[in-house]
């Protein structure tokens, strides 16, 4: 994870939206940007970073481990239980407790080993699509 810190109106929005592929393509620039020598048309920006906006589109019914783990499972990233795990441990330490009805689907769906099911993915096409349209018309 990388802090971008700069004074007002110094082009810190800009350059991330460039650094992750999400400039208007009606812009009109100039130079390249490459990531370890490969250029934009070589691979997906979106696969290898994410751009978070100022504006909280964060689903505010989800705790810390269920939006990670919608994150996780949305990027096919890969299971990192160890971590889960650790913020399922501290969620209690703190006397957090998850939406039951959201943590019995989450226990219920994911199986350690195996990284999703066909109810899974399909809930979390639905959800994304949505998030999709919600983002679009910010």
Do not use: W
Not at 17 to 35: H, P, W
Not at 94 to 102: F, L, N, Q, V
Not at 120 to 125: C, E, H, M, P
């Amino acid at each position: 994870m990388t802090l971008l810190l700069g004074p007002p109106s110094s082009g810190k929005s800009t350059f991330m939206r460039a650094l992750t592929g999400k400039l208007d393509k009606a812009l009109k620039v100039s130079g390249s940007i490459t990531y370890c020598g490969h250029t934009f048309e070589e691979f997906y920006p979106e696969r290898t970073s994410a751009y978070v906006s100022q504006y909280d589109l964060h689903n505010a019914e989800m705790t810390v481990r269920e939006t990670l783990d919608f994150s996780r499972r949305c990027l096919g990233v890969g299971a990192r239980y160890d971590m889960l795990a650790e913020l399922a441990a501290r969620e209690r330490e703190a006397g957090i407790k998850p939406d039951p009805e959201i943590d019995a689907y989450m226990k219920a769906t994911a199986v350690q080993g195996q990284e999703s099911n066909i109810v899974t993915d399909l809930t979390l096409k639905v959800r994304f699509r949505l998030f999709c349209q919600l983002y679009a018309t910010l």
